[in-house]
T-cell receptor, first 113, second 112 residues
Framework: DTAVSQTPKYLVTQMGNDKSIKCEQNLGHDTMYWYKQDSKKFLKIMFSYNNKELIINETVPNRFSPKSPDKAHLNLHINSLELGDSAVYFC????????????FGAGTRLSVL | SQQGEEDPQALSIQEGENATMNCSYKTSINNLQWYRQNSGRGLVHLILIRSNEREKHSGRLRVTLDTSKKSSSLLITASRAADTASYFCATDAGGGADGLTFGKGTHLIIQP
């Protein structure tokens, strides 16, 4: 069974659309994350979510909003998509707090046309 | 400012040789971790070294940490074609709230 799974794997959409990426972990972890990896492979944290506490990277536009229906899920909703949003988005989870080993999903490659 | 700058950015060696990658960081840390990313896949944790440790081994991997120089190195011995991947170091930001900060990675190519 996949520990951290995210869907879809590929997402192609037009500018201005709203889209969501789903993430689920079956590891019983209490902290989940969203990262963005750009075309140069630079990985930047967007959000961390722990026991209903959301910590947002202040550089993330408010068009991005994480939603966590329960501890095992952290979905990413993006409004009014822009060309610059094209990237690979990774979900991750950890049981060791924000300094622990992180387990990553396989990524969602988002292409905004 | 960016934590975790790896060098070199790319490294190509022959199978069987050793590969060494370096990482520098800027702020105080609790631990430093190394991750591997195969093409088109997510990151996989390799090894974690705490700030009070100087060296750690795991199979063919050896990690060193020099907190006075704010640097770490990852050595992969007896490289294999399957080691071809990008390698990232990651540090905690110290305050705990921001999770891990990753560098840009070293792309390692093992020539058969």
């Amino acid at each position: 069974d996949t520990a951290v799974s995210q869907t879809p794997k590929y997402l192609v959409t037009q500018m201005g659309n709203d889209k969501s990426i789903k993430c689920e972990q079956n590891l019983g972890h209490d902290t989940m994350y969203w990262y963005k990896q750009d075309s140069k492979k630079f990985l930047k944290i967007m959000f961390s979510y722990n026991n209903k506490e959301l910590i947002i990277n202040e550089t993330v536009p408010n068009r991005f909003s994480p939603k966590s229906p329960d501890k095992a899920h952290l979905n990413l909703h993006i409004n009014s998509l822009e060309l610059g949003d094209s990237a690979v988005y990774f979900c991750a989870s950890t049981s060791g707090g924000t300094r622990g080993i992180q387990y990553f999903g396989a990524g969602t490659r988002l292409s905004v046309l | 400012s960016q934590q975790g700058e790896e060098d070199p950015q790319a490294l190509s060696i022959q199978e069987g040789e050793n590969a060494t990658m370096n990482c520098s960081y800027k702020t105080s840390i609790n631990n430093l971790q190394w991750y591997r990313q195969n093409s088109g896949r997510g990151l996989v944790h390799l090894i974690l070294i705490r700030s009070n440790e100087r060296e750690k081994h795991s199979g063919r991997l050896r990690v060193t940490l020099d907190t006075s120089k704010k640097s770490s190195s990852l050595l992969i011995t007896a490289s294999r074609a399957a080691d071809t991947a990008s390698y990232f170091c990651a540090t905690d930001a110290g305050g705990g709230a921001d999770g891990l900060t990753f560098g840009k990675g070293t792309h390692l190519i093992i020539q058969p």
